[in-house]
């Protein structure tokens, strides 16, 4: 398969990803954001696991666990701990640094060599986000921007091991693999810290199935796949589009209107995607 082939079924993850808030505010039970990551990635994994009928095991098992860690359990907790504690806007731009991040760390942990042309990729798309938050204010809570952080570096870490890790089976059953370890470490976290769901009506089983099979499942298959193919900086500087989605969202669905900074944005973040998508894995 060609590359632009691969950047496109890449970019469709962070799409999805996009849609994330509007179906949580729309669909679900407000309140129970570890719950909900639990419902996200346990079910999930554990069907792709039966669909390709493989497990991990002797390394693999606690390499699982570890990916499944910074991939879902840690960076979710984070993120929804931002989301609680940071405007959207500035949650976004903080969070932004991690195809900065991925550079470096691809750099220590993988030999890639550290481009001007990546740094400077990454540069843009934190800048593009900026801008297309100009919207939001508010103040900044150091234990939001520290989790803020901290998120960013939890899914920089997860893109690297990913990639420096060559799994044995295939992108479905490794995203499987990774889905489920992730939903048993946050299971008893579910557990200890939030209330029982309270009764799901129709609407709320729809979220929780979308969350589940295509804001899980699916998206996750096309970024571990993804990562794979195109590498972890590609695929950080890609995942900004996840902003640019949520942002289009609120345009068509909540009546916001673009200011010309943050038309400026989508253009610096797709223009960075574009850098970066010419960059060597």
Do not use: C
Not at 67 to 73: P, Q, R, V, Y
Not at 75 to 93: D, H, K, M, Q
Not at 187 to 201: F, K, R, S, T
């Amino acid at each position: 398969m060609s590359k632009a082939k691969d950047i496109i079924l890449t970019t469709l993850a962070p799409i999805i990803w996009g849609t994330t808030f509007i179906v949580t505010e729309k669909l679900l039970p407000h309140g129970y954001p570890v719950t909900t990551s639990v419902l996200r990635a346990l079910p999930a994994g554990l069907l792709l696991i039966a669909l390709t009928r493989s497990i991990p095991y002797g390394i693999w098992l606690w390499r699982s666990f570890v990916l499944g860690a910074f991939n879902f359990a840690i960076f979710l907790v984070l993120l929804f701990n931002t989301a609680y504690r940071l405007p959207g806007g500035i949650a976004s731009t903080i969070g932004a640094i991690y195809p900065l991040v991925t550079v470096v760390l691809a750099w220590l942990m993988l030999g890639q060599r550290l481009s001007l042309r990546n740094i400077l990729s990454g540069i843009a798309g934190l800048t593009g986000v900026a801008l297309m938050a100009l919207n939001n204010t508010g103040a900044l809570d150091p234990v939001g921007v520290t989790t803020a952080v901290a998120s960013a570096v939890s899914l920089s870490f997860g893109l690297v091991l990913t990639k420096k890790w060559h799994p044995p089976v295939s992108a479905l059953a490794f995203t499987g693999w990774q889905m489920t370890a992730g939903g048993i470490l946050l299971l008893p976290v579910a557990l200890w810290y939030e209330p029982a769901l309270p009764a799901l009506n129709l609407k709320n089983i729809t979220g929780f199935l979308y969350l589940g099979l295509i804001g899980g499942a699916v998206s996750y298959f096309l970024w571990f796949r993804g990562i794979a193919q195109l590498g972890p900086f590609i695929a950080s500087s890609i995942g900004l589009v996840s902003t640019l989605t949520a942002l289009i969202i609120g345009v068509f669905f909540a009546g916001e209107t673009l200011t010309l900074p943050q038309m400026a944005g989508i253009a610096l973040v797709i223009a960075s995607v574009w850098v970066a998508s010419v960059a060597k894995k």
